[in-house]
């Protein structure tokens, strides 16, 4: 599409170009100096064809130097024009052929994104047709139009770069949707196997004791109770949980551990990588405790994503000497 519309302005450019010059060459009065006529169109010529044809490495923005060369080429032309006839023959309409032309650089300076180039040129040939041909006279004779196309371009040169701009924020946005939605689909398909595996193990534990009405055996008990931690575990922090996770939290509960599991988001915002190396570093924590209360959380914190927390079974909260383990696991390695 840039690619089109490009196209489009530069042939528009150079369209124009071409009718300037072709009508300067079409003297109705002989100039007293031919040759500096001559000169002053292959002057614009060459100056117009480099600032519309001339690629630059930085895109659409011609280099600061070539917009030098314009504002130098735009006071140079006026008086070589003017020089080379008699001041009745100034005002002749072969005569006046570089107020439009120098309309027409100052409008591709500010395209190639030389806003101050392009308006010095129109500065530049508003002073030379005012001292050549007097005010009134340069304004009726085209200065207008050639300040009112520069206005125009200014104005469609903010507004396309406000469009760009903006059009760039909504992609980025609709990227960023995109993505979060994508991730609340893995995590909700993940919480749905999750949970699917714990009614699986739960299920006939369940069914057993709603069949005998609660009464249970010493092992159907111990079946029920895992089963019950399981679940809980699943629902309360499936993100800190792996086979080796829950086969440690498994053991801990077999010896007569209490095992409670909080996640409050700790894990969120990391790569998938770095998760897995907390859960197995989880893991062989939870395998080489041995105190009768464990509490794993992994809250939202800048530094810490899981704290493990090992406390005796008969060890009051308050009582700070009952802390047999402390573990924490950084977020970043």
């Known amino acids: 599409m840039n690619r089109s519309v490009r196209s489009v302005a530069t042939a528009l450019a150079v369209g124009f170009a071409v009718y300037f010059a072709a009508r300067a060459v079409w003297w109705i009065v002989q100039p007293t100096v031919p040759l500096l006529m001559v000169a002053a169109i292959l002057l614009y010529l060459i100056v117009m064809m480099a600032t519309v044809l001339v690629e630059a490495p930085g895109g659409m923005q011609m280099p ?94 903010v507004f396309w770069d406000r469009a760009v701009r903006d059009t760039e924020h909504l992609a980025d946005i609709q990227q960023a949707v995109s993505a979060w939605h994508a991730t609340q689909l893995v995590r909700q398909r993940e919480r749905r196997v999750r949970v ?62 209490a095992v409670t599991v909080f996640d409050e988001g700790g894990l969120e915002e990391l790569d998938e990588q770095r998760r897995a190396e907390i859960r197995d570093e989880l893991a062989d924590v939870l395998a080489r405790a041995d105190t009768g209360r464990l509490i794993i959380r992994a809250a939202r914190d800048s530094k810490t994503a899981v704290t493990v927390v090992g406390r005796s079974s008969a060890g009051d909260s308050s009582d700070e000497d009952s802390v047999g383990l402390w573990h924490e696991i950084p977020r970043e390695r």
């Open 64 to 157: 600061l130097w070539w917009g030098v060369v314009a504002v130098v080429a735009s006071a140079a032309i006026p008086p070589m024009v003017s020089a080379s006839l008699l001041p009745i023959h100034r005002t002749a309409p072969f005569a006046t052929w570089y107020i439009g032309a120098l309309g027409l650089l100052a409008v591709v300076c500010i395209v190639r994104r030389r806003a101050i180039a392009g308006w010095l040129v129109l500065l530049v040939l508003t002073t030379s047709s005012t001292v050549y041909l007097g005010v009134l006279v340069a304004l009726e004779l085209g200065l207008v139009g050639s300040i009112m196309w520069t206005i125009v371009a200014q104005l469609l040169v």
């Open 196 to 257: 699917q595996y714990a009614l699986g193990t739960a299920g006939p534990v369940l069914t057993r004791t709603v069949a005998s009405h609660g009464h249970l055996t010493e092992e159907e008990r111990l079946e029920a109770r895992l089963a019950e931690g399981r679940l809980r575990d699943e629902l309360r922090g499936a993100s800190l949980l792996n086979d080796a996770v829950r086969d440690a939290i498994q053991h801990a509960r077999l010896r007569g551990a």
